[in-house]
T-cell receptor
Framework: QKEVEQNSGPLSVPEGAIASLNCTYS??????FFWYRQYSGKSPELIMF????GDKEDGRFTAQLNKASQYVSLLIRDSQPSDSATYLC???????????FGGGTRLMVKP | DAGVIQSPRHEVTEMGQEVTLRCKPI?????LFWYRQTMMRGLELLIY????????DSGMPEDRFSAKMPNASFSTLKIQPSEPRDSAVYFC????????????FGPGTRLLVL
């Protein structure tokens, strides 16, 4: 059973701070990793993906991947109240195009 | 591009009734996914199609659920008979396939079974 684990939160950070969201996965053969954001009552939307060990930056977002530790994280710099949402980690293994989603971390950015 | 289209957006029905959810994937996408999301169980994959062929339906909860994809631009998820525990948000997602796994989600159908 492939598993993707996230702390459900809520993670509360003040506006302007760095929010750090973490995700671990059980399938060592996993190849690609995705972060989705889901606002309340809306559908998940892709923020970014990462395939290689290390960091990948896109604006205020940085994804970090450590395959040896089976760990992927998302950093949000200069957090804004509009970043308040649930963040879903998703992992693709070797089973075609399927993604396994974590339970999500709820982020609250307080003004 | 219009994105993934789902209908209806909201459905309220009574226990025992048949429910049909519809999905139009993004044009040119070869993979289609049906998910169910609840507070208790999070986002669960129900079934996955590739080139209109069901590849993995291990997530379909029981025989009351069925899904079809008669062509590349249309899929249905049917629940017959529906039960109150089927109340959830049902998402359809599509991806390009061929190793491009990024999935794009539709707006979802919020189902309430009374």
């Amino acid at each position: 059973q492939k598993e993707v684990e996230q702390n459900s939160g809520p993670l509360s950070v003040p506006e302007g701070a760095i929010a750090s969201l973490n995700c671990t996965y059980s399938d060592r053969g996993s190849q690609s990793f995705f972060w989705y954001r889901q606002y309340s009552g809306k559908s998940p939307e892709l923020i970014m993906f990462i395939y290689s060990n290390g960091d990948k930056e896109d604006g205020r977002f940085t994804a970090q991947l450590n395959k040896a530790s089976q760990y992927v994280s998302l950093l949000i710099r200069d957090s804004q109240p509009s970043d308040s949402a649930t963040y879903l980690c998703a992992v693709n293994g070797d089973a075609g195009n399927m993604l396994t989603f974590g339970g999500g971390t709820r982020l609250m950015v307080k003004p | 591009d219009a994105g993934v289209i789902q209908s209806p957006r909201h459905e309220v029905t009574e226990m025992g009734q048949e429910v049909t959810l519809r999905c139009k994937p993004i044009s040119g996408h070869n993979s289609l996914f049906w998910y169910r999301q609840t507070m208790m169980r999070g986002l669960e994959l129900l079934i996955y199609f590739n080139n209109n062929v069901p590849i993995d339906d291990s997530g379909m909860p029981e025989d009351r659920f069925s899904a079809k994809m008669p062509n590349a631009s249309f899929s249905t998820l049917k629940i017959q008979p529906s039960e109150p525990r089927d109340s959830a948000v049902y998402f359809c997602a599509s991806s390009l396939g061929y190793g491009q796994e990024t999935q794009y989600f539709g707006p979802g159908t919020r189902l309430l079974v009374l």
